[in-house]
């Protein structure tokens, strides 16, 4: 019976917890994956910006790109170490560092206008597009994977 109950209500905390701290971390893996896409679409990027913007725009966009690669890798970094660190720390990241890493985004252009002479549309354009499309590609092809695994 008490196995029958205890099957029921699924792993506690510090069973969750360690099985977490034995498995390889996920999400910096997920972020060196969106960086091997960044490197496809940095270059077409650039190209596009260049061609619309003219040279200004293609160096926004390079440090667009940049800036979008940095914010994943250390999304990735920060979410793999608050997983061994406790899953409420783990919570806490998912749901407070997200908005800070946005914030960490906006001061980073906003940094890069102040010092330095940049098409200023086509950084804010870069930046949008390069997180929304390394995001969207990174979940089809984890969706893809999934799929695939489910077929098996």
Do not use: C, N
């Amino acid at each position: 019976m008490a196995a029958e109950t205890r099957a029921g209500q699924g792993l506690d905390r510090s069973e969750v917890e360690r099985y977490i701290a034995g498995r390889p971390p996920v999400e910096l893996a997920m972020a060196r994956s969106i960086v091997r896409r960044a490197v496809v679409v940095g270059p077409v990027m650039l190209v596009v910006f260049g061609l619309l913007r003219g040279l200004e725009g293609l160096v926004a966009a390079a440090i667009g790109v940049v800036i979008v690669t940095g914010y994943y890798l250390l999304g990735g970094a920060m979410m793999s170490r608050l997983a061994r660190i406790s899953l409420g720390a783990y919570h806490a990241g998912a749901l407070f560092g997200f908005v800070v890493r946005l914030g960490l985004i906006a001061a980073t252009m906003l940094a890069v206008i102040t010092l330095f002479e940049v098409d200023r549309m086509a950084l804010g354009l870069a930046v949008v597009a390069a997180y929304v499309i390394l995001l969207v590609w990174e979940a089809a092809a984890l969706g893809s994977a999934k799929s695939k695994h489910r077929e098996r």
